[in-house]
């Protein structure tokens, strides 16, 4: 692609909206080092969580200065969103920089509103908005989640990771996180967008030729080998989880496994998420 003085903007906003601990980190690493896009000073921006929901207004609340550069500029953010809008379309006014975004996890808490608001104002800059979203087998996410955890604590032992899961597993809540209702977010996107002007996909075939090279294409960008092995923020073991665990894991992500299934017929997710295809049962 070649920069124009066109008032339509040429280049992309890459949406990223989740899910946690579903490839986003390795994704936002393959695109922002390619020589064609810029995803400026953040990978995980939190301005629309932060505004419009209120379990997360702690990004807001943050006190920036000059020793917390990020922190400041998300300041004038928040104070101003038109910066927010108005520093993407900065970004793709480079000259060679066709791509940029915003890949918060957290967004997949964002209402089907907040996501039509996001939509007007780069349309309204020439910018088309591509929504991603990728999720990743439910009990699994949670077992990485919990490990992720464990290991910051230096807590690498398996049959820690055994009794973190029990106790999570004896005291679980009603419903899910906020942060991993898949169903609340595939709803919120097909109503601000269209599921068909989406890219949804899956943490386990994220890895895949073929889906990256459909990922590159739905954001108009040349495919570009990415490093396979680059993995971030892995909680990789080979800790065997006791089944009554499973069990008591799959009770509890059942719902949002059996939406999921109702919300995209035409994905086999049996295929994908076999833990889940397992574990999960109607209650």
């Known amino acids: 692609m070649t920069k124009t003085n066109s008032t339509t903007q040429q280049g992309v906003f890459l949406l990223g909206v989740g899910a946690q601990k579903a490839g986003t980190s390795w994704l936002h690493l393959q695109l922002h080092n390619r020589a064609d896009a810029n995803f ?4 995980e921006y ?17 006190q920036g200065s000059w020793l917390k ?17 108005d520093y993407f379309y900065n970004l793709l006014s480079q000259p060679h920089i066709n791509l940029t975004g915003d890949i918060t996890p957290s967004y997949s808490c964002l209402s089907a509103n907040t996501l039509m ?23 699994e996410r949670v077992i990485s989640s919990q490990r992720m955890k464990l290991r910051k604590r230096g807590q690498k032992d398996p049959s820690q990771e055994i009794e973190a899961l029990r106790s999570l597993v ?13 169903a609340q977010t595939l709803g919120a996107l097909d109503e601000a967008f269209g599921h068909e002007n989406c890219f949804i996909s899956f943490y386990e075939t994220l890895f895949t030729q073929k889906t990256y090279a459909n990922l590159c294409k739905f954001l108009d960008i ?31 992500q059942s719902p949002i496994y059996h939406a999921v ?7 086999n997710i049996d295929s994908i998420w076999s833990t889940s295809a397992t574990w999960c049962r109607d209650q």
Request: some cysteine.
């Open 117 to 139: 608001t996001i939509k007007r104002e780069f349309t309204q800059r020439g910018i088309p908005v591509r929504p991603v979203f990728l999720m990743r087998d439910p009990i």
């Open 69 to 85: 550069p990020r922190t400041w500029r998300r300041q004038r953010f928040f104070k101003d969103t038109g910066r927010y809008y």
């Open 261 to 267: 299934k109702n919300q995209l017929p035409h994905v």
């Open 46 to 62: 939190h301005i629309h969580d932060a505004l419009t929901v209120p379990k997360l207004v702690r990004y807001r609340q943050q």
């Open 40 to 43: 400026g000073f953040c990978k």
């Open 222 to 252: 040349n495919y570009q080998e990415p490093r396979w092995g680059q993995k971030i923020n892995v909680s990789a073991t080979d800790t065997l989880i006791p089944e009554d665990i499973l069990e008591q894991l799959g009770l509890w």
């Open 170 to 182: 004896d005291k679980l809540p009603k419903r899910v996180s906020i942060r991993s209702d898949y």
